[in-house]
């Protein structure tokens, strides 16, 4: 069965510098949700879109943005990155608002 | 959603069973018991959810007490490959959209 695709994979970048993660949720999924996993810590919401409408939003950083394009995958927009920003980064989704979210491999993020 | 505990760490022997408690004493009635896997830094897996009565998939079983203030997760055979991370969630989908990931189990599956 399909499942969550994340791009890219493995990204590095310097202090200051923007990234900008994708996700392509499973087919039919019209929700998607992002988490950040720090080292040794346990993934923490971002925020949540469903039907290209910001839905939920937890400690995500003023310099992060998202959204959620019309064929519903989504993209987090992460400027001045900081040394701490680097974790990895989980997309999930879901069949409507509020189902059972179905996670993607992630985005190892690393900022030098 | 409600706050759950879960045992810090537990062994199991492989092909045994495994049983993991979780506590959810908060609980509301219209959230459901979640359990999710994470197996060293890949995404967390969905493994089964249930409101009140027990569930079974073809990964695990999930027993839900009566008052609904505690479950524990099944895992039949336990293979080598089922040591990960194990995640018991309360969710209802409703007002709050975010799973509210604790500190889980950490299950070690011993040959």
């Known amino acids: 069965a399909a499942g969550v695709i994340q791009s890219p994979r493995h990204l590095i970048k310097e202090k200051r510098e923007t990234a900008t993660l994708k996700c392509y949720p499973i087919p039919r999924h019209d929700t998607v949700y992002w988490y950040q996993q720090g080292p040794g810590q346990d993934p923490q919401f971002l925020i949540s879109f469903y039907e290209k409408m910001q839905s939920d939003k937890g400690s995500i950083p003023d310099r992060f943005s998202a959204q959620q394009f019309s064929d519903y995958h989504s993209e987090l927009n992460m400027s001045s990155l900081e040394l701490g920003d680097s974790a990895l980064y989980f997309c999930a989704s879901s069949l409507g608002f509020g189902e059972t979210q179905y996670f993607g491999p992630g985005t190892r993020l690393l900022v030098l | 959603d409600a706050k759950t505990t879960q045992p810090t760490s537990m062994d199991c022997a492989e092909g045994r069973a495994a049983n993991l408690p979780c506590n959810h004493s908060?609980?509301?009635?219209?959230?459901?018991v979640y359990w999710y896997r994470q197996i060293h830094s890949q995404g967390p897996q969905y493994i089964i959810h249930?409101?009140?009565n027990n569930e079974t998939n073809e990964m695990a079983s999930l027993i839900i007490t009566e008052d609904r203030k505690s479950s524990t997760l099944i895992l039949p055979h336990a293979t080598l490959r089922d040591t990960a991370v194990y995640y018991c969630?309360?969710?209802?989908?409703?007002?709050?959209?975010?799973?509210?990931f604790g500190k889980g189990t950490k299950l070690s599956v011993i040959p």
């Open positions: 969630l309360s969710y209802s989908g409703a007002g709050s959209y975010q799973l509210t």
């Open positions: 908060t609980i509301s009635g219209n959230e459901y």
């Open positions: 249930g409101l009140k």
